[in-house]
Every structure is written in structure tokens, then in C-alpha cells.
């Protein structure tokens, strides 16, 4: 950033994951409004968390993002979470006294009405705790085309499938994926499924790809629908096909996660597996170069916008 950073700061948001399995009741109890999951949801999560290492290491991931951010900027970088510690309001009721402007990116590039929503809900509340003057947000929801964006995960897949190709040279079909919705919200008028295909269009055709297909992933356990195709029905289908390997490459996440870490990694293998195929994955963004660029871009473009008449200036 070329300009004066005094009074400057960025706050990055994140859904949250517990960090261990004894967490996980209070966790589900938050995103369920404060009322207890099922015991048989606890268990099936607890066991989800045991199978990959305990706890998720979506906390640990988006704060080295911050850091790296803070790094290539020369300002503060700080982590809020909706659903886990630390809780947005923790640290909004942590940040230094004297800020002026406050750059906040949804780290979910093509968040939904309903999630933007809920984090500026959170954000006004405990910025109505603070003490006057509160600094002015600049609020990043929705970056899904972003260059840089489409470019780390294009990267990220052409490295996967030079790992992943057979004997022949030849790349197995791709399956990008993005996490469901309920179909209510979409019915509603929500953008999160446009943004989300329009992503994988773009990664897929910067990329390169010639067979590539979109996939939604991580149904809830909640009644009533939600939007697909399933990763498992597309699995069949490519099996039907004659294929014998398949790649898929989460363009929803730009960290690892349970959603990855055993949604892809351990069940869409073995159903993979279960029906004669062999499943890869291109690696998660993490702390990308490519993504701590577009990160300080937002910040960059954020920096520059007039905000002294408008208390939150929102990216649509």
C-alpha cells in the first residue's frame, strides 16, 4: 500500500471451527442459535473431527493468512469468527485504540446474502460496544471473479493434475466443488449459487480444463433440500463413463477444513474407491502467494474509497 496506512487495519472473517473434539457440542450449539445439537449429530461430528487429527486447523490456517497479509502491507491484520473463537465481537473489543479505517473481507468469496448479513449483524453489535469514535468498515463480501482469486486456484489444479495424470499423459475429468446451500435459499433470490458456478467457469477455463464438471458439497443434516449435483452423483456418473480416475478440486474453500479434510479426503475417496476409481484433489490456497495478493488487493481498492460520509461501504 503506497498511501499513508495511519489509522489503517484489516479484519478478516471466517465461519470458525473448533480447534478440538470436546468443543464441538458448544460449537453446534452456536451456529444453532443457542439451542443443543442432537446427541447423534455430536457423535457423527465427533467422529468426523477424530478421523482427521482432532480439530480443525481452519483457525490456525486463517490467521497465517493474516499474518502473511499484515506482512505484504504494513498494517494490522486481525481474525474474527462468526462461529468460533476468536468470536468477531472478541476481536472487535481487542483492536487498538485510534483506528480510523477497517478493511473486512468475508474470506468466503462468494458469500450469500443470508452470510453477509449475519456478519455485519455481529460487526455492528460489537462495534456499538466500543467507545466513540468507531472506525468506518469497508465491507468485502462478494470477490468470486477476482483475477487473482481465479488464478491461485487455476494454479493450484494445474500442479494437482501434473501429480494426478496416468500413464498416458492424460488428465482425469475434474469436479469442482463449493459448498451446498438449503434450495430455500436460493429459491429466495440468493446469488450464492450463480457466484459459485461463475467461479468455476473462470478457475476451469484459466486452467485449462477440458473435462470438468460442478459439484456442490457438504449437504447439512438439516430436513428439506439442497442444492446440487452431489460430488457422489457426479462420482457415479464418471464412473458409468468408463473413467477410472477422477480430480477434484474445492474452489468454495480457501482453506483446509473438515469439508476437505474429510469430506474429500477420506468419504468422496472411498466412494471413489467403492466404485473402481482413484480420487486426487488439488491442494487447498492456504497462505498462496496468489491469494495473499488478492487479499491486499481488496485491501488496496478498499483503501482508496471515499468512506468519510458513509459509516459502511459494502462490496456487491
Known sequence: MNTDKRGWAVLLLAHGAPEHVEDIPEF??????????PEAMVREIARRYELIGG??????????????????????????????????AETIAALPAGLDRLAVISLAPHTSYKSADLYMEQLDAALAELAEPQPCLSFTEDWHDHPLLIQAFAEKIRIGLQQSRDHEGADPPVILTAHSVPQSTISGGDPYEARARETAALVA????????????????????????????????????L??????????????????????????????????????DRAESLNDSPLLIEALASLVEQAHHKDTKDTKHTKSL
Request: proline share 7%; glycine share 12%; charged share 20%.
Open 28 to 37: 453446534l450449539r452456536h451456529i444453532r442459535g443457542g439451542r443443543p445439537a
Open 55 to 88: 480439530g480443525s486447523p481452519l483457525g490456525r490456517l486463517t490467521e497465517q493468512q493474516a499474518r502473511a497479509l499484515e506482512a505484504r502491507l504494513g498494517v494490522p491484520a486481525f481474525v474474527g469468527m462468526r462461529h468460533w473463537h476468536p468470536f468477531i
Open 205 to 240: 477455463a484459466a486452467a485449462g480444463l477440458k473435462d470438468w464438471r460442478m459439484a456442490f458439497q457438504s449437504q447439512g443434516m438439516t430436513p428439506g433440500p439442497w442444492i446440487g449435483p452431489t460430488v457422489e452423483s457426479q462420482i457415479d456418473e464418471l464412473a458409468a
Open 242 to 279: 468408463g473413467h477410472r480416475r477422477v480430480f477434484i478440486a474445492p474452489i468454495g474453500f480457501l482453506c483446509d477444513n473438515a469439508e476437505i479434510l474429510y469430506d474429500v479426503d477420506i468419504r468422496f475417496r472411498e466412494y471413489a474407491q467403492a466404485r473402481g476409481m482413484e480420487l
